[in-house]
């Protein structure tokens, strides 16, 4: 097993755990952090849909402030935090688009109303009201009555292939533990402790 290999089949074995622990509400929610074109950090919480040997992945509006960072600098950072377990994964990577048909299978199992809020929000552009949101998802409701409601071509997904990986676990007196895996310039993967 390679260790990159390794150190997404770690994640797994935390994530089970996180997932599994009946403290932690949303063990899936992650901090993604962009960077917009002219340097500007941005960081906001997301949910993780998947995770294989490929990379991390979830899904948005690619009109969205998040979308057009990543569009511009297809790089990201995501944070795992599980406080009732004392474990924080770290992944950063580059981030590329996931296939239409992942994207499609993914709408199509999304609730009905889920499906209808990706047509009616404009992500990130400013709203005049909650009350213009909720005439837009009324007019949808409408419009797809007894059909089936079709991917918006401005939705799709993002998975972020990792380059590095850190898995940190507290420890008294602040003497955490941390590991790091990460892959060099050619491609090459090392593993190694961090001071805490």
Same mark, same amino acid.
């Given at each position: 097993?390679?260790l990159?290999?390794d150190?997404? *089949?770690r994640?797994?074995g935390?994530f *089970?755990?996180?997932?599994?622990?009946?403290?932690?509400?949303e063990?899936?929610a992650?901090?993604?952090?962009t960077?917009?074109?002219?340097?500007?950090?941005?960081? !906001?919480?997301?949910l993780l849909? &998947?995770?294989?040997?490929?990379?991390?992945?979830?899904?948005?509006?690619r009109r $969205? !402030?998040?979308?057009?960072?990543l569009?511009?600098?297809?790089?990201a950072?995501l944070?795992?935090l599980?406080?009732?377990?004392?474990l924080q994964?770290?992944?950063?990577g580059?981030?590329?688009?996931?296939? /239409?048909?992942?994207?499609?299978?993914y709408?199509? $199992?999304?609730?009905r109303?889920?499906?209808?809020?990706?047509?009616?929000?404009y992500?990130?552009e400013?709203?005049?009201?909650?009350?213009?949101? &909720?005439?837009?998802?009324?007019?949808?409701e409408?419009?797809? &009555?007894?059909?089936?409601?079709p991917?918006?071509?401005?939705?799709?997904?993002?998975r972020?292939?990792p380059t590095?990986?850190?898995?940190?676990?507290?420890? /008294?007196?602040?003497?955490?533990?941390?590991?790091?895996?990460?892959a060099?310039?050619?491609?090459?993967w090392h593993?190694?402790?961090?001071?805490?």
């Amino acid at each position: 097993m390679s260790l990159k290999d390794d150190a997404i *089949e770690r994640f797994q074995g935390w994530f *089970e755990q996180a997932r599994t622990n009946e403290g932690i509400a949303e063990a899936t929610a992650m901090t993604l952090s962009t960077v917009s074109p002219d340097g500007q950090p941005a960081a !906001r919480t997301v949910l993780l849909k &998947a995770v294989d040997a490929d990379g991390f992945v979830f899904y948005t509006n690619r009109r $969205s !402030r998040k979308g057009q960072h990543l569009s511009a600098t297809p790089r990201a950072g995501l944070c795992f935090l599980w406080p009732p377990l004392g474990l924080q994964v770290l992944v950063e990577g580059v981030v590329s688009d996931v296939s /239409d048909a992942e994207a499609d299978a993914y709408f199509a $199992s999304r609730p009905r109303l889920s499906q209808i809020g990706a047509w009616a929000s404009y992500q990130s552009e400013p709203l005049d009201s909650p009350e213009t949101l &909720a005439h837009r998802v009324e007019q949808l409701e409408q419009q797809y &009555a007894g059909r089936t409601i079709p991917r918006p071509p401005h939705w799709s997904g993002y998975r972020v292939a990792p380059t590095l990986m850190e898995f940190w676990s507290a420890g /008294d007196g602040r003497l955490h533990r941390r590991e790091r895996y990460e892959a060099d310039a050619e491609g090459q993967w090392h593993h190694y402790f961090v001071n805490p």
